[in-house]
T-cell receptor
Framework: DSGVTQTPKHLITATGQRVTLRCSPR?????VYWYQQSLDQGLQFLIQ???????AKGNILERFSAQQFPDLHSELNLSSLELGDSALYFC??????????????FGEGSRLTVL | GDSVTQMEGPVTLSEEAFLTINCTYT??????LFWYVQYPGEGLQLLLK?????DKGSNKGFEATYRKETTSFHLEKGSVQVSDSAVYFC????????????FGTGTRLLVSP
């Protein structure tokens, strides 16, 4: 158990809909990262937050947004869903913004299926 | 931008065989290098890491050496077990200090008894 909790574990929805994925980081971790894992694209970095502020942005679509709340949990919002958004979405956390150890602790993922 | 290239899988081995999974990288600056493992139905977890050239990371019988001259970080294990069956990801940090990791596409390892 990594200590990172993601909900829901599975989600099935229709094209055009909007969903919210939730992540609770490990106790004490200030950084939260979102990754998308799909069969054809591998593991893609989406966005990082540190203590409530956006720190780094990757290949995140404009239809997607995220935020980190004062209690440090994070949400990833996916809107106007398309078939190609079907993927496993991982949240990860780490203790600091720049310790350089590179150890991210991953949740078990939220599997999104868009029909 | 920074990138990681891994050998395609699946890699299929018999128990006690020697394992090598190749990983090469392209990066500016001085990245740290990592191997993460994903067991079925689980999230990724750190297997080993190396933060500078010629460092060797090791854990659970797995080893990888940071080779700057060949920009490689190949994963090796002398004798694999069925329980090692998983997907292995090579990754690098971008060196900015924000720990954003760039992952390879992953290599699935299947070990049969």
């Amino acid at each position: 158990d990594s200590g990172v909790t993601q909900t829901p574990k599975h989600l099935i929805t229709a094209t055009g809909q909007r969903v919210t994925l939730r992540c609770s980081p490990r106790s004490g971790d200030l950084s939260v990262y979102w990754y998308q894992q799909s069969l054809d694209q591998g593991l893609q970095f989406l966005i990082q937050y540190y203590n409530g502020e956006e720190r780094a942005k990757g290949n995140i679509l404009e239809r997607f947004s995220a935020q980190q709340f004062p209690d440090l949990h994070s949400e990833l919002n996916l809107s106007s869903l398309e078939l190609g958004d079907s993927a496993l979405y991982f949240c990860a956390s780490s203790v600091a913004k720049g310790s350089g150890t590179g150890e991210l602790f991953f949740g078990e993922g939220s599997r999104l299926t868009v029909l | 931008g920074d990138s990681v290239t891994q050998m395609e899988g699946p890699v299929t081995l018999s128990e006690e065989a020697f394992l090598t999974i190749n990983c090469t990288y392209t990066a500016t600056g001085y990245p740290s290098l990592f191997w993460y493992v994903q067991y079925p139905g689980e999230g990724l977890q750190l297997l080993l890491k190396a933060t500078k050239a010629d460092d060797k990371g090791s854990n659970k019988g797995f080893e990888a050496t940071y080779r700057k001259e060949t920009t490689s970080f190949h994963l090796e294990k002398g004798s694999v077990q069925v329980s090692d069956s998983a997907v292995y990801f090579c990754a690098l940090s971008d060196g900015t200090g924000f720990q954003k990791l760039v992952f390879g596409t992953g290599t699935r390892l299947l070990v049969s008894p």
